[in-house]
Each structure stands twice: as structure tokens, then as C-alpha cells.
């Protein structure tokens, strides 16, 4: 099997897959074996996450990180999603001086950067405004 098919069969990378705990209804992301609101162990099952949120926090980065030279000045910000876990997400397709607290966000996939010789290109999460 070759790299990127490889990591496209690992549903969590392409899609926002959490974990609800069937005692206390906690939906988490990332996914976790253990729930920390009520302490319990195999009682987390899959879950898909709505794809909408709010911005909680964020900043403007101005000195990206090796990689992300390009992209500057970019927003990096934690959105709050319906369900309730909490993310931190570039934002996306917008100027970063109009991104707002309490502003509505969709995520979506979006490439994020190049691997290795071969230029294996991996996706990830980040987030729009609506």
C-alpha cells in the first residue's frame, strides 16, 4: 500500500472523529480511551463532530515556525465547537485582521504542508470564518 492511501485509511486524519462516552454524553477530540469527566474506561464509542464552531482566543503569527514561512502573518485560534471540545485551528481564505472573538467558524481540510523527497503532501484541520 502506498504512503498517501495508507493515510487516508486512518479515518481520524481526514475527518473530525472524537470519542462520546456513553455514561456522562462527554464528546472529546481528540480521542481518548479514558473519559475525564467521569473516569471511566471502555465506555467511549466514535463519534463524528458537527463541523461548525466559535472562535474562543486567538493571535495573529507574524515568525511562523520552519514550514509555515509562507503563510505569514496568519491566525491561529482555539474554536469551541458545537459539541462542546475545544481545538486550536489556523484560520483559513481570509485576511487575519478580520477574525474576531465569538466570530462562527466551519472546518475544513486543507493541505498543510510536504514530506520527505517524494513531496508526499498531508492534509489537516483548520478553520474558515462563515
Known amino acids: 500500500m502506498g504512503v498517501p492511501r495508507f493515510w487516508r485509511e486512518i479515518p481520524n486524519r ?20 479514558i473519559c475525564p ?3 471511566r474506561v471502555g465506555k467511549l464509542e466514535p463519534h463524528k463532530l458537527k463541523d461548525r464552531g466559535k472562535i474562543v482566543s486567538f493571535t495573529v ?6 514550514g509555515f514561512e509562507g503563510q505569514a502573518p496568519y491566525a491561529l485560534a ?9 481545538l486550536t485551528a ?5 485576511d487575519p485582521n ?8 466551519e472546518m475544513v481540510f486543507r493541505r498543510v504542508g ?11 484541520y483548520k ?3 462563515v
Not at 503569527?61 to 520552519?66: E, G, R
Open 61 to 66: 503569527v507574524h515568525v511562523p515556525p520552519n
Open 78 to 86: 482555539i474554536v469551541e465547537l458545537e459539541e462542546g471540545p475545544r
Open 14 to 33: 481526514y475527518n473530525l472523529i472524537g470519542v462520546k462516552c456513553k455514561n456522562c454524553n462527554r464528546v472529546l477530540f481528540p480521542p481518548r480511551f
Open 98 to 105: 478580520q477574525v474576531k472573538i465569538g466570530d462562527d467558524v
Open 37 to 39: 469527566g467521569c473516569r
Open 127 to 129: 478553520a474558515r470564518l
Open 114 to 124: 510536504q514530506e520527505g523527497e517524494d513531496g508526499v503532501i498531508y492534509y489537516g
Open 90 to 94: 489556523q484560520i483559513t481564505d481570509c
